[in-house]
């Protein structure tokens, strides 16, 4: 089970932190990531980080502003948001990759290839 929390409405070059704690889960065998799915628009993804070595990645709209990070005691994946946009509000999703090892896969897409996922998150922009 994933559960997201930490989204909100703030003003444009703002900072938001989104958590998301894994329940029933805590090996590092796994990919984490944060997608996100705006008004009118196909979901896409923002970052994805390996739980064995810490390993992320970015897609290029977010690179330099955000950050994802991991704290495996605390079961839990990140998402450090700086430099906010208006074109970042969206709904949040995080999802997870059980099982996986090695690199994850590009944050890009839908990603169908993820086999767990949250409520979502609301984060607006204004």
């Known amino acids: 089970q994933l559960v997201e929390s930490g989204g909100g409405s703030v003003q444009a070059g703002g900072s938001l932190r989104l958590s998301c704690v894994v329940s029933?889960?805590?090996?590092?065998?796994?990919?984490m990531a944060w997608y996100r799915r705006a008004p009118g628009k196909e979901r896409e993804g923002v970052a994805s980080?390996?739980?064995?070595?810490?390993?992320?990645l970015y897609a290029d709209s977010v690179k330099g502003r955000f950050t994802i990070s991991q704290d495996n005691a605390k079961n839990t994946v990140y998402l450090v948001m700086n430099s906010l946009k208006p074109e970042d509000t969206a709904m949040y999703y995080c999802a997870a990759l059980l099982g996986w090892n090695g690199a994850c896969p590009q944050p890009k897409g839908p990603g169908y290839e993820y086999n767990y996922w949250g409520q979502g998150t609301q984060v607006t922009v204004s």
């Open positions: 029933g889960y805590s090996y590092s065998s796994k990919c």
């Open positions: 980080i390996y739980g064995g070595d810490g390993t992320s």
